[in-house]
């Protein structure tokens, strides 16, 4: 059984850094792309990032990109998101996710994920 338990959620300020991190509990970790979902209070929850399996090959949110870095650590089943500059939109519960891939395939979403974590909670003041 394949757990995920994310951390790093605080409050910051705004133009603050913060880096999430994922824990991956189970086998075959290096088998999943992993990625990272938020939820803001009333909204949707949306897709962040992701990175491949072997960790080469990221995908980000447009909007995110150049402020928010996806990686992976494979020998110690962590995804982390480094994210900078942040701003009060921000503010969100951030979920880790993985989904079971081939090997060329990266694509993650809400609904093609296998798995979740509860989330850990980012809130930017401005």
């Known amino acids: 059984q394949v757990q995920l338990v994310e951390s790093g959620g605080r409050s910051v300020q705004a133009g603050d850094s913060l880096r999430l991190s994922c824990t991956y509990s189970g086998h075959s970790y290096s088998y999943y792309t992993m990625g990272w979902f938020r939820q803001a209070p009333g909204k949707e929850r949306e897709f962040v990032a992701a990175v491949s399996r072997s960790g080469r090959n990221t995908n980000y949110k447009d909007s995110l990109k150049g402020r928010f870095t996806i990686s992976r650590d494979n020998d110690k089943k962590m995804v982390y998101l480094q994210m900078t500059s942040l701003k009060p939109e921000d503010t969100a519960l951030y979920f880790c996710?993985?989904?079971?891939?081939?090997?060329?395939?990266?694509?993650?979403?809400?609904?093609?994920?296998?798995?979740w974590g509860q989330g850990t909670q980012v809130t930017v003041s401005s």
């Open positions: 996710a993985a989904r079971r891939t081939i090997l060329s395939d990266m694509s993650i979403s809400q609904e093609s994920s296998d798995y």
